[in-house]
């Protein structure tokens, strides 16, 4: 039996693993506007975090924080184009979705732009798990998003759960009054996700799966 009616999925770094391409049209980004880019290893921090909040920390030592909204923009054109395709899914999410639909209903909120997301797990042959994407361009906060999205599918907030790797995750599912559940095999820290309110952390896909259908 299913613990929470909906859940809410974050994509990258919970459902997929989007970090070459990320890093890629990052520094590709960068070197458009004339910008040294830090070394691949230096920006796995960026995957997660909202796009401007990316490109104004990245341009800021350089004096050119005015350049984000460009700098977003070349990003997400060539991320479409080319970067989507890099994801793969995470090993052990497919089963654990598989597992899931039967009882929950399943979301996914992303700071993609909903077209790009959907496109992300059409390659990733996950799509067809999830009920409705809700995707802003990478550029807004995550807590509003998941308010909309609960708004429009009309989820109420004490039967459904909010799962990421990422403090912006939890800290939207907390204002929600979700439950946040956090996961490590991502690109957040377990320090991150506890400092962030996670009541529960996973470490894979199995474990969430025995929590979430209560095993």
């Known amino acids: ?38 070394a691949g290893d230096d920006l796995r921090w960026a995957v997660g ?17 005015d350049l984000a909204d460009r700098a977003a923009a070349i990003y997400l054109a060539s991320y479409a184009a080319s970067g989507a395709a890099e994801s793969a899914p995470y090993r052990g999410v497919e089963r654990m979705l598989r597992e899931l639909r039967g009882d929950s209903r399943l979301y996914v909120v992303t700071f993609k732009n909903t077209a790009t997301a959907e496109r992300v797990l059409a390659l990733c042959a996950i799509g067809r798990y999830f009920a409705a994407v809700a995707g802003n361009a990478r550029l807004a906060d995550k807590n509003d998003m998941v308010r909309e999205l609960m708004e429009r599918e009309r989820i109420e907030a004490g039967s459904a759960a909010i799962v990421g790797d990422r403090e912006h995750d939890i800290a939207a599912g907390g204002k929600n009054g979700l439950f946040p559940i956090g996961v490590t095999w991502g690109y957040g820290s377990r320090a991150e996700l506890e400092a962030a309110g996670a009541e529960r952390i996973c470490s894979t896909p199995a474990e969430l799966a025995d929590f979430l259908m209560e095993r």
């Not at 997929?16 to 910008?35: C, F, H, N, Q, S």
């Not at 975090?49 to 924080?65: S, T």
Request: charge should be negative; aromatic fraction near 8%.
């Open 49 to 65: 975090p909202p796009l401007r909040e990316i490109f104004v920390r990245l341009l800021v030592p350089h004096g050119k924080a």
């Open 1 to 38: 039996m299913a613990k929470f009616k909906d859940i809410l999925f974050d994509l990258d770094g919970t459902l997929t693993d989007p970090g070459a391409g990320i890093v890629k049209t990052i520094r590709y980004a960068l070197d458009e506007l004339g910008v040294e880019p830090p």
